[in-house]
C-alpha cells in the first residue's frame, strides 16, 4: 500500500511549535518578527511559493513584506545596495530572495546573495550560511522521520545539478556518510552518466528538476519512495493548476510512499523557513 505524504499535517506539528517561539519573540523584544521577501518581475511561480510562505507566517505570528523589483530597472550594483539596506535594517529579522533569478541578474547570483546580512539569510542562500535552505532542511526531516535513507539503500536526485539539487546531494552525502556503508548516490541532470532509465533500481528518488510530469511511473522501481520538490503553474484550459515532476496518478500505483503536488514538501518547507528564523544563533 501506497503511503501519500500529507505535507499541510506534518507542517502543523511544527507551526504550533514555531506559534510558541513567536510569542516568546515578542515578550523579549516588544514586536513580532519581520521577514522581508524580494521578488523580481512578475513570475506566477515565484509569487505563489510567497503567498504559501506569508500563509504559513500568519499562522505562527511573523509580520512579513513583499518587495517587487524591477529586473530591467535595477543594475545588480543597485540590487546589492538594496539587500546591504535591508540587511542593516534592524526591524528586519530575516530575508528570502526568492529564486530563480531573472536571466539579466544570474551572472552575480553569488553577489547578490551574499549581500543579505549572515543572520538574515534564514533561507540558507549564502554559500556560508548558518542553515540548510529551507527545501533541503524540510527534504532531511522527512526522510529522518519515515526512515527512507536505510544504509542499504540507493538515493538519487534528478536536477542535481541546479541550485537546490547541488544542496540535496550535499545533504544526502552527509547523511549516508554517517551510515556503514555508505551506499549510492546518483546525480542525474541533463548531460549526466546517469540517466532517468537508472531510476529503475532506486530507493529513493528526489526531484527538483521543475519538469511537470518528467518521472513516470516507467522509471520509478516498485516500492520506492518518491518526494516531489517540483511545483510549476501550468496552463490548462479551464484555469492554471499546480504540477509537480512527477507524474503523480501513475507513480503512486508503484511507489511505497510519495509526496503529492500541492500539499506535500511545500508547507513543511515553509514552516523550516520560519523555524530558521525563530531558532538563528542571532
Not at 530507493?203 to 516498485?222: M, N, R, T, Y
Request: hydrophobic residues 40%.
Amino acid at each position: 500500500m501506497t503511503v501519500i505524504f500529507t505535507g499541510r499535517k506534518f507542517a502543523n506539528n511544527k507551526t504550533k511549535k514555531l506559534k510558541i517561539l513567536a510569542g516568546n519573540w515578542v515578550k523579549q523584544k516588544g514586536r513580532p518578527p519581520k521577514v522581508v521577501f524580494v521578488l523580481f518581475d512578475q513570475n506566477l511561480q515565484s509569487e505563489l511559493f510567497v503567498r504559501i510562505k506569508i500563509k504559513v507566517a500568519k499562522k505562527i505570528g511573523i509580520e512579513t513584506e513583499t518587495k517587487k523589483w524591477a529586473a530591467l530597472a535595477c543594475r545588480p550594483e543597485e540590487c546589492i545596495k538594496r539587500i546591504q539596506k535591508l540587511s542593516k535594517d534592524s526591524g528586519v529579522d530575516g530575508i528570502v530572495v526568492q529564486l530563480p533569478l531573472p536571466k539579466k541578474l544570474i551572472p552575480c547570483q553569488k553577489d547578490i546573495l551574499k549581500a543579505i546580512g549572515l543572520p538574515k539569510d534564514i533561507d540558507g542562500l549564502r554559500d556560508d550560511s548558518f542553515f540548510w535552505p529551507a527545501v533541503v532542511k524540510a527534504t532531511r526531516e522527512i526522510i529522518s522521520h519515515y526512515d527512507l535513507l536505510s544504509k542499504k539503500e540507493v538515493a538519487a536526485v534528478v536536477g542535481a545539478k541546479g541550485w537546490v539539487g547541488k544542496h540535496l546531494v550535499k545533504m544526502l552525502k552527509k547523511q549516508k556518510a554517517a551510515k556503514t556503508p555508505p551506499g549510492k548516490i546518483l546525480e542525474i541532470d541533463l548531460n549526466t552518466k546517469n540517466t532517468l532509465n537508472d531510476l529503475k533500481e532506486v530507493d529513493l528518488i528526489i526531484s527538483c528538476a521543475g519538469q511537470p510530469g518528467l518521472i513516470k511511473a516507467e522509471f520509478v522501481k516498485k516500492g520506492a519512495a518518491v518526494l516531489d520538490l517540483g511545483m510549476m503553474v501550468v496552463e490548462k484550459k479551464n484555469g492554471r493548476a499546480l504540477k509537480g515532476d512527477v507524474d503523480f496518478a501513475g507513480v503512486c500505483q508503484k511507489a511505497g510512499f510519495i509526496s503529492p503536488v500541492p500539499g506535500g514538501i511545500g508547507p513543511v518547507t515553509a514552516a523550516c523557513l520560519f523555524e530558521n528564523l525563530l531558532t538563528r544563533p542571532c
